[in-house]
């Protein structure tokens, strides 16, 4: 499928502070990790799997085709990158997978013939609940 290794080594990393509560600490740790992966420019994958994933991941990429994720949860910055990493190999293995063709099916006929047969008894019900015309 793909060499992860290689492709790890494609991805940039960028540390910053994590946000919410932490006290001192968090003022002064860059514990959050950004990730960010350039699908078009990646050497790992050949073209059929960059469309593919370009295709899969269309909601998640931005304009220039780039997916970013980031990891703040643990105090830990090698924690947070473990992570993301974890993450992103997810993603991109989801982002492989060929979806199957649909094969379109036919109505059968006995359902069709079951509808109008139903429709028909309704429409008697119906027209039995009215009262007789008189002229």
Request: with cysteine; glycine share 4%.
């Amino acid at each position: 499928m793909f060499d992860e290794a290689l492709l790890i080594s494609e991805l940039i990393f960028k540390a910053s502070r994590s946000s919410g509560a932490g006290g001192q600490h968090v003022n002064k740790v860059a514990s959050k990790v950004e990730l960010s992966f350039q699908v078009k420019e990646s050497l790992v994958l050949n073209d059929d799997q960059k469309e593919l994933l370009i295709f899969n991941l269309d909601t998640r990429l931005t304009k220039n085709k780039v997916l970013q994720l980031q990891c703040g949860e643990s105090r830990s910055q090698h924690k947070n990158k473990a992570l993301v990493i974890q993450r992103f190999l997810d993603i991109i293995r989801e982002g492989l997978i060929v979806p199957k063709e649909r094969k379109p099916t036919k109505v059968p006929k006995s359902v069709v013939k079951k509808r109008l047969s139903n429709k028909k008894k309704q429409s008697q019900k119906k027209a039995n609940r009215k009262l007789p015309d008189l002229d």
